[in-house]
């Protein structure tokens, strides 16, 4: 499923011959580190996200017993601690910091498969470098009642907006041209301001029996595939969501700005590895996330919609303008989800409660809600790198485009070429 490693050797031997003791220190407890992610994919089916280095790497890793895992990345971090990097290059900082950190993740992840049990956000701040904030069902309840106003009539509310949104579902035998239509207009829109390696593409594929709704699984050599979850009706906003969010400017366009400029530029073994549980993911979902408002704020993204993607659903495009108001509304619910999510894991509640959560403040139609929820028990508090690392960028980003919408690429571009820690976009953050 997730393609063979191709190995980028010429790449890495450039880089290591005209390198310094200490450079080839790193380019050693790189690969070492790369080999310890892949021995505890040995342990944890979910974990190796991505791998794209030498094939043989992968096929001897032997199942290793998890102290021994634990020990060795211990090692990793005291060499890491015992050797600073010297000189000003910014990106052998971030790279140093960066290496540090997924080795923390990495112990962590190694304790939970061990049985340590730790509370959502021990867990959030230990994985993915932040904690999201709490919030009561009271916070909510304003967001609700003005969809109320907008969605007049009888039952509940949420009843009538599952009945609103059913109008806008991608009927099934549209649903690859839809798709096929926001590919293409957001690889245009990237391609007018990321500099993009020829050859880069992706491949689509549809799928069933998935807790997610759309997934990148990159292959390197600049190739991703993604796959698009069809057990549930697809709503139409989806397909530009997804389209962004699995390929132009999110997942798949990091992935191969980390090649291009990390693994092939500057020769680092260490991001031919993608471990799911580590910071990586909140930047990962945060720019995927973001990367929808870089590549169309909400103008031109209504103006697509009307122009180009109900058109290819065969929806009436005198709907968009309402529908886009309604869902960013919902849209400010998306931390209920991690209340649900915390209060779940936390055993405040059980799968019952966790729905009902999810429904009350979430505006999850109940198979939507379940469907979730075996999203939360697969994943537990991954589920934060999606608003929270959102708003994360966002505000990163905004920060150094001075607020101009039409500025934030070069910033964009530059956060997804660098191994960059969730701890480091906070203002004044390093
Ligand atoms: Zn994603």
Known sequence: MRGRGVWIGAALVAAGACAGPETNQMQALAEQYVKLVLAVGQHDADYVDAFYGPAEWRASAVKRPLADIDAEAAAIAAKL??????????????????????????????????????????????????????????????????????????????????????????????????????????????????????????????????????????QGQYRSLIQVNTDLPIFVDRAVDLACHEGYPG????NVLLEKTLVRGRGWPEFQVYPLFSPQSLIAEGTANFGIEVAFPPAD?????????FPAAGLDAAGAARYYSV????????????????????????????????????????????????????????????????????????????????????????????????????????
């Open 81 to 218: 601690a015992a050797a600073p990097p010297d000189g000003a290059d910014p990106l052998v900082k971030l790279r140093h910091r960066y290496l540090t950190r997924q080795l923390e993740a990495l112990r962590t992840r190694v304790a939970m498969l061990g049985g340590k049990r730790l509370t959502f956000d021990e867990e959030s701040k230990a994985l993915y470098d932040a904690v999201a904030p709490h919030h009561d069902a009271a916070e909510f309840e304003g967001v609700l009642a003005q969809l109320e106003q907008l969605l007049p009539g009888s039952g509940t509310l949420l009843d009538r907006y599952t009945r609103f949104r059913d109008a806008f579902v991608i009927p099934p035998n549209r649903l690859d041209a839809t798709f096929k239509a926001a590919i293409d207009a957001c690889r245009r829109r990237t391609l007018a301001h990321v500099d993009l390696p020829p050859g880069e593409s992706f491949t689509v594929e549809y799928v069933t029996n998935k807790s997610w709704s759309g997934y990148n699984w990159y």
């Open 251 to 254: 997942h798949h366009v990091y």
């Open 301 to 309: 993204r209504l103006k697509l919609e009307r122009e180009v993607i």
């Open 327 to 430: 869902m960013g509304l919902v849209d400010r619910l998306s931390y209920a989800g991690n209340e649900a999510a915390r209060r779940y894991i936390d055993g405040e509640i059980d799968a019952a409660g966790a729905t009902a959560w999810l429904e009350r403040y979430g505006l999850y139609a109940t198979v939507r809600a379940q469907q979730r929820l075996r999203f939360i028990d697969q994943y537990r508090s991954y589920v934060i790198n999606y608003n929270l690392g959102k708003d994360m960028v966002a505000q990163y980003i905004n920060a150094r485009s001075g607020g101009d919408v039409s500025q934030r690429w070069p910033a964009f571009t530059e956060l997804l070429s660098s191994p960059r820690l969730p701890s480091g976009l906070a203002v004044g953050g390093k």
